[in-house]
């Protein structure tokens, strides 16, 4: 079994700045993709950012330029440095691990954190 811990949630002003962290633990052998997702109230959950155990990376439109995700594969840690965020990217963040495989074994698993509630406001 393999656990996401994530962190770094809380109110930020808009403008402002704010890091999530999200740690998987567990006997790891690799993660292909992990990322970042939200869900805000009445609103279905969306994918705000990923990347790939090469670096390679994909962002939703609404936080291009504003965001950015970056991992430690020796940490099988993800980070969103959330800059100049805005009201309405007030949701829960969840952090996801794709493709994660533990070590002896070939299967690959996803896993979903438990969320981290972001509050944009003044």
């Known amino acids: 079994q393999a656990q996401l811990a994530e962190s770094g949630g809380g109110l930020v002003q808009p403008g402002g700045s704010l890091r999530l962290s999200c740690a998987a633990s567990?006997?790891?052998?690799?993660?292909?993709?992990m990322g970042w997702y939200r869900q805000a109230p009445g609103k279905q959950r969306e994918v705000v950012a990923v990347?790939?155990?090469?670096?390679?990376?994909n962002y939703a439109e609404a936080v291009k330029g504003r965001f950015t995700i970056s991992r430690d594969n020796a940490k099988n840690t993800v980070y969103l440095q959330m800059s100049s965020p805005k009201p309405e990217d007030t949701a829960v963040y969840y952090c996801?691990?794709?493709?994660?495989?533990?070590?002896?074994?070939?299967?690959?698993?996803?896993?979903w954190g438990q969320g981290t509630q972001v509050t944009v406001s003044s």
């Open positions: 996801n691990a794709d493709g994660l495989r533990f070590i002896g074994s070939r299967l690959e698993y996803m896993y």
């Open positions: 567990g006997n790891i052998f690799s993660i292909r993709t």
């Open positions: 990347i790939a155990s090469d670096g390679t990376t």
